[in-house]
């Protein structure tokens, strides 16, 4: 069964974002919510809007006034005209369905080379 409205602490736990981020990008790019009571509830739309900007965001790469940009044209369901961001959402998707490589451990031991003392 699918939900048509989910809560913060339902939206918290789906896509993974923190509490105040939430908060902080409902505001900053007026992400649709419907009030209920003292409840804040979240449709499937405005969901989906959270994780494509944690995606813009985790990268560190995009500034809010690009992403705002992207955001308001998924909101008028305006197509993307520039052929660089329509390439550069591809490249984020691409980048998320990858697995990510294997971690190289690093060890706390002193390097041999850490011991060479002149003198």
Do not use: C
């Amino acid at each position: 069964m699918t939900q048509n409205f989910y809560t913060r602490q339902d939206v918290i736990n789906k896509t993974g974002i923190s509490d105040r981020n939430l908060k902080f990008w409902t505001a900053e790019y007026k992400v649709p919510t419907k009030k209920s009571g003292r409840r804040t509830l979240y449709p499937k739309s405005s969901v989906l809007l959270l994780e494509i900007i944690r995606d813009l965001s985790s990268t560190n790469f995009f500034s809010m006034k690009f992403i705002s940009q992207i955001i308001d044209s998924f909101k008028n369901n305006k197509p993307i005209e520039d052929e660089n961001i329509k390439k550069i959402l591809d490249t984020i998707t691409q980048h998320k369905n990858q697995p990510t490589p294997p971690q190289k451990k690093e060890t706390s031991e002193p390097q041999q080379s850490d011991f060479n003392v002149i003198l």
